[in-house]
């Protein structure tokens, strides 16, 4: 069954270090999305992604915080200069179009910033 | 997406089948109801979706009554492994935007032996 796959699993950084996460959505999907969860918290909507530009993004994805499709298979969210607490899981999801269709996580990312 | 309501958490036993009911009483015409699992330190799994009355897979059922205000996960015979996390979300999921989803504190489930 295909999946969502992410890399690395965990990253360590120093603050005010860029980090770039990247994510390699399920190969039919269009739209794709970032998440993140900091340690005992909700999981959190960052952005949205479909047809080479952002959908949607909430109020956390500042600034700081970018998103590419450098090619066909991969999807990255850049941290610009990160902080303390941007340290969370950071998921990546994809779905296919059409109403009703579900998003599929990836296993995460484990990003601390110290 | 449409503001849902479900238990904190549950407890049950091996070999039970456990029901986690959600209320939806805003849900609208279009939208669907989504369950996701989490273990820890994992990303949110689906398990189920459906529109109206009852939908089934090799994981769960999903009873959805007429009035669609309301909807029950069930997972039968539960065993260790079942225990996490599970939301209910209800929205459009029509994709474009508008359309992250929104999780609410879910429910954690603890199954013991």
């Known amino acids: 069954e295909p999946e969502v796959t992410q890399t690395p699993s965990h990253q360590v950084t120093q603050m005010g270090q860029e980090v770039i996460l990247r994510c390699v959505p399920i190969?039919?999907?269009?739209?794709f999305y970032w998440y993140r969860q900091i340690l005992g918290q909700k999981v959190e909507f960052l952005v949205s992604?479909?047809?080479?530009?952002?959908?949607?993004k909430s109020e956390i994805f500042d600034d700081q915080f970018s998103v590419e499709r450098p090619d066909g298979s991969n999807f990255t969210l850049k941290i610009r200069s990160t902080k303390l607490e941007d340290s969370a899981m950071y998921f990546c999801?994809?779905?296919?179009?059409?109403?009703?269709?579900?998003?599929?996580f990836g296993p995460g990312t484990r990003l601390l910033v110290l | 997406l449409a503001k849902t309501t479900q238990p904190i958490s549950m407890d049950s036993y091996e070999g039970q089948e456990v029901n986690i009911t959600c209320s939806h009483n805003?849900?609208?015409?279009?939208?669907?109801i989504t369950w996701y699992q989490q273990f820890p330190s994992q990303g949110p799994r689906f398990i189920i979706q459906?529109?109206?009355t009852k939908v089934t897979n090799e994981v769960a059922s999903l009873f959805i009554p007429a009035d669609r205000k309301s909807s029950t996960l069930s997972l039968p015979r539960v065993s260790l492994s079942d225990t996490a996390v599970y939301y209910c979300?209800?929205?459009?999921?029509?994709?474009?935007?508008?359309?992250?989803?929104?999780f609410g504190k879910g429910t954690h489930l603890i199954i013991q032996p």
């Open positions: 992604f479909y047809n080479n530009e952002i959908s949607e």
């Open positions: 190969s039919n999907h269009l739209y």
């Open positions: 999801a994809s779905r296919k179009p059409g109403q009703g269709e579900t998003q599929y």
């Open positions: 805003n849900i609208a015409t279009n939208d669907y």
């Open positions: 459906g529109y109206k």
């Open positions: 979300l209800v929205g459009e999921f029509r994709g474009g935007g508008a359309d992250g989803l929104t």
